[in-house]
T-cell receptor
Framework: NAGVTQTPKFQVLKTGQSMTLQCAQD?????MSWYRQDPGMGLRLIHY???????DQGEVPNGYNVSRSTTEDFPLRLLSAAPSQTSVYFC?????????????FGEGSWLTVV | AQTVTQSQPEMSVQEAETVTLSCTYD???????LFWYKQPPSRQMILVIR??????QNATENRFSVNFQKAAKSFSLKISDSQLGDAAMYFC????????????FGKGTKLTVNP
């Protein structure tokens, strides 16, 4: 029962480099999203998707790109990493088909940009 | 846009005692969900309790209960018989009814449990 799986767990990038954070879920959830968590802050929404082929911006989308080609996967791309993107990133998924609308989170990806 | 405010950056409680964490929110919607999440040092996000706004009865999960005051837009979390394992960051979160997966979080309350 994998749930939401994020990779990598830790990553150090140099300013200007690009990379992709991977997120996969095995629960056939239609909704997936990415959040970032900075010190002293709660989680803030970066991008979200309500189904394959459909994505939209959240509160802090600048510098990030997403796509949703399958129900299972929702990668987050950093186009040109900046120190301000140093953060902990969480992927989440949920479905409207079950009662309670529980949102399942991955274990987080620690990203440092130097 | 909805906002969530947690006015207590830090709280402490003695083991076996009761503590209440505060949360207020602002919304113009009538139907929505409210959540409390626990985040231990591992950073894992753990759902503690959930409340549907249309339900008048306050949600309860074992030692955790909420005081949901819809008119006052208040959603506090009460932890009874506090245990050392309850020490963590606690986040209050808001989600609109239906549609997307957009959660709006407060900034969190760090709970310390003293033996």
């Amino acid at each position: 029962n994998a749930g939401v799986t994020q990779t990598p767990k830790f990553q150090v990038l140099k300013t200007g480099q690009s990379m992709t954070l991977q997120c996969a879920q095995d629960m056939n959830h239609e909704y997936m999203s990415w959040y970032r968590q900075d010190p002293g802050m709660g989680l803030r929404l970066i991008h979200y998707s309500v189904g394959a082929g459909i994505t939209d911006q959240g509160e802090v989308p600048n510098g990030y790109n997403v796509s949703r080609s399958t129900t299972e996967d929702f990668p987050l791309r950093l186009l040109s990493a900046a120190p301000s993107q140093t953060s902990v990133y969480f992927c989440a998924s949920s479905t409207e088909r079950s009662s309670g609308n529980t949102i399942y989170f991955g274990e987080g990806s620690w990203l440092t940009v130097v | 846009a909805q906002t969530v405010t947690q006015s207590q950056p830090e709280m402490s409680v003695q083991e076996a005692e009761t503590v209440t964490l505060s949360c207020t929110y602002d919304t113009s919607e009538s139907d929505y969900y409210l959540f409390w999440y626990k985040q231990p040092p591992s950073r894992q996000m753990i759902l503690v309790i959930r409340q549907e706004a249309y339900k008048q009865q306050n949600a309860t999960e074992n030692r955790f209960s909420v005081n949901f005051q819809k008119a006052a837009k208040s959603f506090s979390l009460k932890i009874s018989d506090s245990q050392l394992g309850d020490a963590a960051m606690y986040f209050c979160a808001y989600r609109s009814w239906g549609g997307s997966e957009k959660l709006v979080f407060g900034k969190g309350t760090k709970l310390t449990v003293n033996p």
